[in-house]
């Protein structure tokens, strides 16, 4: 995602969030087929992944999936649900605090690892099983984020999510791939 020049209005604009984010949940899934394991703390290994996820070693743009803890209520209400756990979702980090879509193209650190984002993530035909009849439609435009680790490092529960300075996600924009 090319974004627009830091000193444009528009990229004033999309620099500015209300506050830093913070970890609410963490989860990896060790193998296929196998349900999320909730974690205090996870290692984030750059270019690879998650420590202990099935994804990891073939995660390139997808190495962390982020979601977005204010919209499980929404997710569980399109759903027809009275809740949605952070599991259901197959997401690895659970974010409150800020609009992860605003970090899509932006460098962040959360916790001791570096991240970038990357795309959003889309729900799969998993949804449906996870959530019922509609959980894919449920998730659509609330699935999250996906981010590339740009930087290992550990991530903690409580851990914040602070974007970086627009001149050092450009500057460093393409040096890692």
Sequence with gaps: MTLPPADSAL?????TLPRPGRVEWIGIRPARGTAMQALDEVLAQAGAGL???????RSGERGIT???AEHLPVIAALAGLDAVEPARLRRNIVVSGLPLIALKGRRFRLGEAVLEGTESCDPCSMMEAALGPGGFNAMRGHGGLCARIVEGGRIRRGDSLVVLADAQTRATAGAAV
Excluded: S, T, V
């Design 11 to 15: 990229g004033k604009l999309m620099a």
């Design 66 to 68: 982020l979601i977005q």
């Design 51 to 57: 420590a202990g996820d099935r994804y990891k070693g």
